[in-house]
């Protein structure tokens, strides 16, 4: 409660609240491909920090710590809330399309 939201001026829809993606995730945006969505389940935000297949092999080879070589791999990005639910959709759909969840 009172606890201020962060905002970013997004180029395509304005003042909205931030989120972080990793920077492969910030390039599905463009390509439109799935590369995995992974987030902390223990994250309570509508928009928790998100990461692709890559960088979560890199966590893992890590001993699941983010080690500064694993946050490396991930280049996190600032990016529009909404922009975040577009990137995640593109991963949801894909999930879908294929029946399972193994993306
Ligand atoms: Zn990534
Ligand atoms: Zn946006």
Not at 53 to 80: D, F, H, P, Q, S
Not at 90 to 102: E, K, S, Y
Request: glycine fraction near 10%; aromatic fraction near 6%.
């Amino acid at each position: 409660m009172g606890e201020s939201q962060a905002t970013v001026e997004c180029t395509t829809h304005g003042a909205q609240p931030e989120a972080f993606l990793c920077k492969h995730l910030m390039g599905t945006l463009d390509t439109g491909t799935a590369i995995g969505f992974h987030w902390s389940s223990a994250s309570t935000s509508e928009t928790p920090d998100a990461w692709c297949n890559t960088c979560e092999e890199a966590r893992v080879k890590a001993g699941g710590e983010w080690t500064e070589e694993a946050m490396e791999t991930v280049g996190v990005k600032l990016i529009c809330a909404t922009c975040y639910r577009r990137a995640k959709r593109i991963w949801l759909d894909a999930r879908t399309a294929d029946g399972l969840g193994a993306l």
